[in-house]
């Protein structure tokens, strides 16, 4: 309805998304060499949004979580993202794609399955859009006038996340993170250093993250220098630099969690109810 063309997407390559908050890669043996099985298929969105404009992939991720997140209540080892991105657009536009969609999922669910929500005792209203925008400095502000310990240089943590989550009955935006606090391709806004043009929308009633995005560094250079000082090496990502060497377009976008919108569509208490076959870390399960 948005104009997005879904591409099929890549499951395993030589790199994937390092901006996972410390999760583990899955690897495998691919003919000698090592490849990931993908974390997030981040790192193709650019290539394709330089081609199509405008984008989206549902795309199977792998991360070894670690086993605290068991207790979250919304972290999964293997789940799904519907991974957005459109070249020459701003994170605005990115956010203003991502409260359309979720609006217009909470419509059809409403439309179609009103009376599967009410058995499970769900009610749930569609969201009015534009959703409220909050800086990352106003959210920490409210989080901290609350009693939380919350740092003005990181990511929201997962505690912090939830508690900001549950202050909000309509779901909304944390925007402009500092830098440092995530991936290498994250934007860093050239008129404000130290500022992230990227986002997070968070659900509400204590669900949390939604999906993140941003407007992507696409500056080889910037990049390489950004990489090292994550301690990540180039070369490892050889066809991603060959690409930003070759050049694309700018492009932002974002990533949305399906089993975590089934989590919160369906008012479940934990995401391992929103999939079959659920892998939590650390427990063998089919
Ligand atoms: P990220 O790039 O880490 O922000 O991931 C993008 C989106 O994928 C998040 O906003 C979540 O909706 C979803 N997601 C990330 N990690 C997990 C996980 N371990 N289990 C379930 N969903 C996840
Ligand atoms: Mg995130």
Known sequence: EQGFVEVLAPIIGPCTDPGIRGARQATIDYFGRTYKVMSSAILYKQMVAASLKKMFFFSPNVRLEPLETVKTGRHLCEFFQVDVEEADASYLDAMSVAEKTLRRVVERTLELHERD????????????????????????????????????????????????????????????????????????????????????????????????????????????????????????????????????????????????????VCGLKSIWEARPFPKVAGIYSP
């Open 117 to 264: 929500l009410a058995s499970l005792g769900r009610k749930l209203a569609v969201p009015e859009t534009p959703f409220k925008k909050l800086t990352h400095r106003e959210a920490v502000e409210m989080l901290r006038s609350k009693g939380y310990d919350a740092s003005y240089s990181e990511e929201l943590t997962w505690s912090n996340e939830e508690a900001i989550s549950s202050m909000f009955d309509s779901p909304f935006f944390v925007y402009d993170y500092p830098k440092g606090s995530r991936g290498f391709y994250d934007r860093e806004d050239p008129r404000r250093p130290g500022i992230l043009r990227d986002f997070d929308m968070i659900y509400p009633e204590g669900y949390g993250e939604a999906a993140s995005g941003a407007e992507r560094e696409n500056d080889c250079e910037i990049v390489t220098r950004k990489m090292r000082a994550n301690g990540e090496d180039p070369e490892s990502y050889e066809w991603y630099m060959e690409m930003l060497k070759l050049g694309v377009p700018a492009s932002a976008g974002f990533g949305i969690g399906v089993e975590r919108l089934t989590r919160y």
